[in-house]
Nanobody, 116 residues
Framework: QVQLVESGGGLVQPGGSLRLSCAAS????????MGWYRQAPGKQRELVAQ???????NYAGSVKGRFTISRDNAKNTVYLQMNSLKPEDTGVYYC??????????WGQGTQVTVSS
């Protein structure tokens, strides 16, 4: 019942910035948590950042201080602002919606490559 579409991925140089967007097909106001995950080649999918409906945020230690997650309920969109990007940030980034009383929903992912 919730479709998620990520955008904003691409190739960026080390030290650069990128903003990812996750557009939901319906209101995200009542969704408990929205989050971003990433998966690097040969690695497990890991939580990058999440934000709850109350505005609480959690970040992976490797991105804390560099990435910022936010949500715009009026636009049904969650964002991930990524600054000071490093090659190890490379991977496929997935948007996740975690509603209460329903299965999680995942987007198709967007590729982020940090390389010179």
């Amino acid at each position: 019942q919730v479709q998620l579409v990520e955008s904003g991925g691409g190739l960026v140089q080390p030290g650069g910035s990128l903003r990812l967007s996750c557009a939901a097909s319906r209101s995200i106001f009542s969704i408990y948590a929205m989050g971003w995950y990433r998966q690097a080649p040969g690695k497990q999918r890991e939580l990058v950042a999440q934000i709850t409906s109350a505005g609480s945020t959690n970040y992976a230690g490797s991105v804390k201080g560099r990435f910022t997650i936010s949500r715009d309920n009026a636009k049904n969109t969650v964002y991930l602002q990524m600054n000071s990007l490093k090659p190890e940030d490379t991977g496929v980034y997935y948007c996740r919606a975690a509603p209460i009383g329903a299965p999680d929903y995942w987007g198709q992912g967007t590729q982020v490559t940090v390389s010179s």
